[in-house]
């Protein structure tokens, strides 16, 4: 099993940008494609962005492209989203979810675990 914690989170005006970090432990992490995801209220949860184990490839939500960008340091057993030019739209619980196997997925069910999520809002 591999577990997951996220931080980074809070709240920041429009425009401005923040960095979610999951951390992980257990398993050899790199074994891993890692995915973010979203969840506002009222809402379903919506995948945001996905690296895969090498983080040789990435792949992004239409609606966060050019804005956030995702990494991942093995090393480290981290995987970061760099979130610029933040809107209030992006106002969500954050959740990192990891995946066996090497590619990216944007789906939540192909994810076998997930971190506790951590809370991004964003004020107009």
């Known amino acids: 099993q591999v577990q997951l914690v996220e931080s980074g989170g809070g709240l920041v005006q429009a425009g401005g940008s923040l960095r979610l970090s999951c951390a992980a432990s257990?398993?050899?992490?790199?074994?891993?494609?890692v995915g973010w995801f979203r969840q506002a209220p009222g809402k379903e949860r919506e995948f945001v962005a996905t690296i895969t184990r090498s983080g040789g490839s990435t792949y992004f939500a239409d609606s966060v492209k050019g804005r956030f960008t995702i990494s991942r340091d093995n090393a480290k057993n981290t995987v970061f989203l760099q979130m610029n030019s933040l809107k209030p739209e992006d106002t969500a619980v954050y959740y990192c979810?990891?995946?066996?196997?090497?590619?990216?997925?944007?789906?939540?069910?192909?994810?076998?675990?997930w971190g506790q999520g951590t809370q991004v809002t964003v004020s107009s």
């Open positions: 257990g398993r050899t992490f790199s074994n891993y494609a």
């Open positions: 979810a990891a995946k066996t196997g090497g590619g990216w997925s944007t789906a939540p069910i192909e994810y076998g675990y």
